[in-house]
């Protein structure tokens, strides 16, 4: 089983998929996995610009 993962920004680059959506998506993806499941003890939002790690900081906040 794993116990870490980690999660980029999928398709925000080349493919330009909005990345306020992705944010939303990644983050909210996994915590409904995490309620769901108790094998990651560790998760790692990849983010490749400060605009993704402001958007996945901001998504976490929230919930």
Same mark, same amino acid.
């Given at each position: 089983?794993? &116990?870490?993962?980690?999660? #980029?920004?999928?398709? %925000?680059?080349?493919?330009? @998929? #909005?990345?306020?959506?992705?944010?939303?998506?990644?983050?909210?993806?996994?915590? *409904? @996995? =995490? *309620?769901?499941?108790?094998?990651?003890?560790?998760?790692? @939002?990849?983010?490749? *610009?400060?605009? &993704?790690?402001? =958007? %996945? &900081?901001?998504? !976490? !906040?929230? =919930?």
């Amino acid at each position: 089983k794993c &116990s870490t993962i980690a999660f #980029p920004n999928i398709s %925000t680059g080349v493919y330009h @998929f #909005p990345k306020d959506a992705a944010a939303q998506i990644a983050v909210h993806t996994v915590a *409904d @996995f =995490l *309620d769901a499941n108790e094998t990651l003890g560790k998760v790692i @939002f990849v983010c490749f *610009d400060e605009e &993704s790690y402001e =958007l %996945t &900081s901001k998504e !976490m !906040m929230l =919930l």
